[in-house]
T-cell receptor, first 115, second 114 residues
Framework: DADVTQTPRNRITKTGKRIMLECSQT?????MYWYRQDPGLGLQLIYY???????NKGEISDGYSVSRQAQAKFSLSLESAIPNQTALYFC??????????????FGPGTRLTVL | SQQGEEDPQALSIQEGENATMNCSYK?????LQWYRQNSGRGLVHLIL?????REKHSGRLRVTLDTSKKSSSLLITASRAADTASYFC??????????????FGQGTRLTINP
């Protein structure tokens, strides 16, 4: 069973719709991250969370919001989707408290298409 | 902005040969990591090298880090068809409260021909 899961895996939506991408982890990690990947490019950080009460903006947070409902769950929302938000979205976790937080563990990704 | 720049962007070699990928970065780092991504899938951590380390090995992987040149290389020895993937370097800088921020390069697409 995967330690970091993302739902949905694929989503096609229309401009202006509200979309929520969900991430769950069973690793017990404190830190969670949302990235987007555009074709042929690396990953860009959208938001990150150190714990349930802590949310921080990344490089490209405009147009996105997040919610850390529990230690194991971190959701990404697009309040009003636009076509240039078409991308592959990845959730990741890390655990600094155990002294091995330098490594991030990624979910399988959500492919989002905004028409 | 992306700090890591990888070279080459694409590499195609024969099975059994060694593959070398390079990564350059611009600012000071805490550590540098290499990840692998199979097409359309999530990234998988391969190896981490800290800023005070110069070389690290893991199986068929060898990573070097030259902080004076702000560069790193990933060597895959005795390549296999299953090594075909995109490889990303990610530089880690420390944020407030001790968390790290990973900045990914654009990746090298490696193709191993049987």
């Amino acid at each position: 069973d995967a330690d970091v899961t993302q739902t949905p895996r694929n989503r096609i939506t229309k401009t202006g719709k509200r979309i929520m991408l969900e991430c769950s982890q069973t690793k017990g990690h404190d830190r969670m991250y949302w990235y987007r990947q555009d074709p042929g490019l690396g990953l860009q950080l959208i938001y990150y969370s150190f714990d349930v009460k802590d949310i921080n903006k990344g490089e490209i947070s405009d147009g996105y919001s997040v919610s850390r409902q529990a230690q194991a769950k971190f959701s990404l929302s697009l309040e009003s989707a636009i076509p240039n938000q078409t991308a592959l979205y990845f959730c990741a976790t890390s655990d600094l408290t155990r002294g091995r937080g330098d490594t991030q563990y990624f979910g399988p990704g959500t492919r989002l298409t905004v028409l | 902005s992306q700090q890591g720049e990888e070279d080459p962007q694409a590499l195609s070699i024969q099975e059994g040969e060694n593959a070398t990928m390079n990564c350059s970065y611009k600012t000071s780092i805490n550590n540098l990591q290499w990840y692998r991504q199979n097409s359309g899938r999530g990234l998988v951590h391969l190896i981490l090298i800290r800023s005070n380390e110069r070389e690290k090995h893991s199986g068929r992987l060898r990573v070097t880090l030259d902080t004076s040149k702000k560069s790193s290389s990933l060597l895959i020895t005795a390549s296999r068809a299953a090594d075909t993937a995109s490889y990303f370097c990610a530089t880690a800088s420390i944020l407030s409260q001790g968390a790290q921020k990973l900045v990914f390069g654009q990746g090298t697409r490696l193709t191993i021909n049987p």
